[in-house]
């Protein structure tokens, strides 16, 4: 319902169409989360597994000694684990995220430089 209010989807689709995915797409959806938890081994909770890896993202960003893992600016690698966090923020699961890893500040100093096109001059150089 979330993506149904954010995405305005009233505006686009009909009612019977707008229950069709909101219903059967969460069912879909949870048979593929099934699937893909076995496949990829993660925890009987995934949300432990998210800040695992995001807990394993945090120390390599540390261990370069930087703001980013690209140091002083995010590189394409920052942008790639942005993006993907990008996806959920406004979900429960980005909030939970925040309140059970460290990557808030991270996120938003990456957000920042998205938003000001920090990257820019690089393009502008080629």
């Not at 009612?15 to 969460?26: A, H, N, Q």
């Not at 959806?29 to 993660?42: E, F, N």
């Not at 945090?58 to 942005?82: C, E, S």
Request: proline share 2%; hydrophobic share 40%; charged share 30%.
């Amino acid at each position: 319902r979330w993506f149904d209010e954010t995405g305005q989807w009233e505006k686009h689709f009909s009612t019977w169409e707008r229950f069709v995915v909101i219903y059967l797409g969460s069912a879909a959806m949870w048979i593929i989360s099934k699937r893909l938890k076995t496949r990829h081994g993660l925890k009987p909770d995934v949300r432990q597994s998210l800040y695992d890896e995001t807990n394993i993202w945090l120390k390599a960003i540390k261990a370069r000694g930087g703001k980013f893992l690209g140091d002083d600016k995010p590189n394409l690698a920052d942008l790639a684990v942005y993006g993907a966090l990008s996806a959920i923020e406004g979900c429960d699961a980005f909030n939970d995220l925040c309140a059970n890893t460290k990557v808030k500040p991270w996120y938003d100093n990456v957000k920042k430089a998205v938003e000001n096109s920090d990257g820019q001059a690089i393009l502008s150089k080629m």
